[in-house]
């Protein structure tokens, strides 16, 4: 079945950087595009970026945009967030989704918490 | 302040039915496929409903999805205690290059 399993959260001080990982399994995951999502504890959803089945292209939020860099390595079947110049309102737990046709994310891993904080 | 608008809250009986609003523009809802997204506090969200109005494998049928010009609804018939979530809706806004959610709607059945 399909899974998919964030990593590399943790507490960050503020101005540091972090790259998290999502590892997938049960499907190809190089035919698929992939999302990252976040959440502020007890807030909604919020879109971060997505990367296309073959790496060739990749979108931001704004609020992200020059600071967070998606990749992926299809050949160790993870999908990678940089952080960089991280800031208290990048706290959220971050979730890997995957992409199908018509931008809906049907497939969610559980998601790790990144804590920015001094 | 999210791109598409949903209520923050509703409630109803169980067995009843309920409806949830999202609401958006031309540049999103209006040029582009909704989909929606369960989500029971603590995990993962969950997807409900794709190209505004088709379930995926083992969702049931009591979860319904349509699309009118700029707005989407999610309905739920035959409501179960397990229904009570926070629901999302989303799509891809043309404008933005960005995939785009709604603030969610907390359902409480009663």
């Known amino acids: 079945q399909v899974q998919l399993v964030e990593s590399g959260g943790g507490v960050i001080q503020p101005g540091r950087s972090l790259r998290l990982s999502c590892a997938a399994s049960?499907?190809?995951?190089?035919?698929?595009?992939m999302h990252w999502v976040r959440q502020t504890p007890g807030k909604g959803l919020e879109w971060v970026a997505v990367?296309?089945?073959?790496?060739?292209?990749?979108k931001y939020a704004d609020s992200v945009k020059g600071r967070f860099t998606i990749s992926r390595d299809s050949s160790k079947n993870t999908l990678f967030l940089q952080m960089n110049s991280l800031r208290a309102e990048d706290t959220a737990v971050y979730y890997c989704?995957?992409?199908?046709?018509?931008?809906?994310?049907?497939?969610w891993g559980r998601g790790t918490l990144v804590t920015v904080s001094s | 302040q999210s791109v598409l608008t949903q209520p923050p809250s509703v409630s109803a009986a169980p067995g009843q039915k309920v409806t949830i609003s999202c609401s958006g523009r031309?540049?999103?809802?209006?040029?582009?496929?909704v989909s929606w997204y369960q989500q029971v506090p603590g995990t993962a969200p969950k997807l409900l409903i794709y190209?505004?109005?088709k379930r995926p494998s083992g969702i049931p049928d009591r979860f319904s999805g349509s699309k009118s010009g700029t707005s989407a609804t999610l309905g739920i018939t035959r409501l179960q205690t397990g229904d009570e979530a926070d629901y999302y809706c989303?799509?891809?806004?043309?404008?933005?290059?960005?995939?785009?959610f709604g603030g969610g709607t907390k359902l409480t059945v009663l």
């Open positions: 031309s540049s999103n809802i209006g040029n582009n496929y």
């Open positions: 049960g499907f190809t995951f190089s035919s698929y595009g």
């Open positions: 990367i296309w089945y073959d790496g060739s292209n990749n």
């Open positions: 989303g799509t891809w806004d043309d404008s933005l290059s960005a995939v785009v």
């Open positions: 989704a995957r992409d199908r046709t018509n931008w809906f994310l049907d497939a």
């Open positions: 190209d505004n109005n």
